[in-house]
């Protein structure tokens, strides 16, 4: 047997240290002794019959793997079978580029920026009607078994944008039931134009909701204002929040951390806490300014390294005041779904996407749907597919590969001008942290133990199945 690659050693601050095996998802805590053997290359004193049960443990949560296990092999076969895999499908639907809001970070442009890039355009009846007969088309061809919608925009609760979600949303869901295909819905709004009874409606789906939030109630409206008549939307967003309590729909906000916003982010939960709104996923995001069309916020933003030492301390105070967290690391064989054959982003003009920040800009398209619902690709398509991290040098070589699928393609075309180099975020700097705080929220007395000689193990959480994350700039 061998040391696997993909172990991750987080030290605690009582000399233990978790193992996170990055191909098999399992979180183990080991003594001092037992962690300084398994970083060792000499594994001998572990062939000691007294110690048979210990190494079927370490074992079982794929820190000891066999000798002429080829890991990064298996990595990169997870990697194309879910890139190729036909099991599931997901379309984005970008309803509109218009908005009622106008807020400083818009990444598909704001005011003259946004006239420019797509002058507010929504779909038209006969888009709508092609991107119904591409949804199911595509699905039927790909023999899929599970079909993902995501509205979003702009706002998709804009009057015009909102009944061709709802069309969009019964149609597709009432086809994928009557062919035996699982259905899922995800929607993206500023939350400013729902009522109960598009909170109803949401639930009756189980949908996933991101409702963004910027901070204390005085930060948020600082940023996240009506472009009428400039007024802050905190009160109509929490009390949309509110409405989703005790329903099916599960609400995540997203909460954008800038050098303005995070002083104030205690005082934000303090006040959902006091308003009773606890029930609410708080993911705290980066804001970019990654395309042109928010260049001019770049002051604003925060350097990964400052994002990231803020974070776990958010995590932290969050969890004390008992909100739900989304910070298990997971087994990822792709980044997003940006690099998955089976996935889709279709704008207001009928072009074709792959990657939600790179939304709009022409020399990404992708393709296009004619009116029968028919994808003519460019050639972006394959380029941004060909995207293989065990064929990047860093990536294949990082004991991380697994727990981010080479990271962020958008970051990559951003920083090197191509879809082909590596696209650290989030998990390079936070991934310790995560494990680390994550296990903070545990309650480990009913975990087994096992002591054998000076060595223990405690095996937290075994081996997971992979899953695709959401895009961590945008979700
Ligand atoms: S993207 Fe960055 S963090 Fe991820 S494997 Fe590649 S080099 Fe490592
Ligand atoms: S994670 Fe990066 S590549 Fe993926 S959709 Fe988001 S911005 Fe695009």
């Not at 509205?151 to 949303?169: D, H, I, N, S, V």
């Not at 609410?280 to 980066?286: E, L």
Request: hydrophobic share 30%; net charge neutral.
């Amino acid at each position: 047997m061998k040391n696997s690659r993909f172990n991750v050693f987080v030290r605690e601050n009582n000399g233990n240290e978790l193992v996170y095996n990055t191909l098999r998802g399992s979180i183990s805590r080991v003594n001092p002794e037992l962690a300084q053997l398994l970083k060792s290359k000499d594994l001998a004193p572990l062939n000691n019959s007294s110690l048979v049960g210990l190494v079927e443990d370490l074992k079982e949560q794929g820190i000891l793997i066999p000798p002429r296990l080829d890991e990064l092999e298996e990595y990169a076969q997870m990697h194309r079978r879910w890139k190729e895999g036909r099991e599931n499908v997901e379309f984005n639907a970008l309803l509109t580029y218009d908005c009622n809001f106008e807020c400083p970070y818009c990444y598909q442009g704001r005011g003259e920026k946004g006239q420019q890039i797509h002058g507010f355009k929504s779909m038209s009846p006969e888009l709508l009607g092609a991107t119904k007969k591409f949804i199911k088309k595509t699905t039927a061809n790909r023999g899929a078994r599970k079909l993902e919608l995501v509205l979003y925009g702009g706002e998709p609760f804009l009057p015009g944008a909102r009944e061709m979600g709802r069309e969009l949303t019964e149609e597709v869901s009432e086809w994928a039931r009557k062919n035996n295909i699982a259905f899922g819905l995800h929607v993206l709004s500023n939350g400013s134009l729902i009522d109960e009874n598009i909170v109803q409606w949401l639930s009756g789906y189980r949908t996933r909701l991101q409702i963004p939030i910027d901070g204390d109630p005085e930060m948020h409206n600082k940023y996240r204002f009506y472009k009428e008549d400039r007024r802050g939307s905190f009160e109509d967003i929490a009390r949309v929040l509110g409405m989703t309590r005790g329903t099916d729909v599960e609400t995540h906000i997203r909460i954008s951390l800038t050098d303005e916003t995070y002083p104030t982010m205690e005082r934000l939960l303090d006040e959902l806490k006091s308003r009773d709104l606890n029930h609410v996923y708080p993911d705290f995001c980066y804001i970019t300014s990654f395309t042109n069309a928010c260049a001019d916020f770049e002051s604003h933003t925060l350097s990964d390294l400052k994002l990231f030492r803020i974070m776990p301390e958010l995590w932290r105070k969050a969890h004390e005041r008992g909100f739900p967290l989304d910070i298990r690391p997971q087994v990822q064989p792709l980044p997003c779904s940006s690099v998955a054959d089976g996935s889709y982003i279709v704008d207001a003009f009928g072009e074709v996407y792959k990657c939600w920040e790179l939304v709009g800009l022409k020399e990404h398209m992708v393709g296009r749907i004619d009116f029968d619902g028919n994808l003519e690709k460019t050639a972006v398509y394959e380029d941004v597919l060909e995207r293989n991290p065990v064929n990047i040098e860093q990536c294949r070589k990082h004991a991380y590969l697994p727990s981010c699928g080479g990271g962020c393609v958008c970051k990559a075309q951003w920083q090197s001008k191509t879809y082909h180099t590596p696209g650290c975020g989030t998990e390079k700097y936070l991934l310790k942290d995560k494990i680390k705080v994550y296990t903070e929220t545990l309650d480990l007395t009913d975990k087994p133990t096992t002591q054998a000689g000076s060595f223990r193990l405690q095996k937290i959480e075994g081996r997971q199945q992979p899953k695709m994350s959401h895009c961590y700039v945008l979700v």
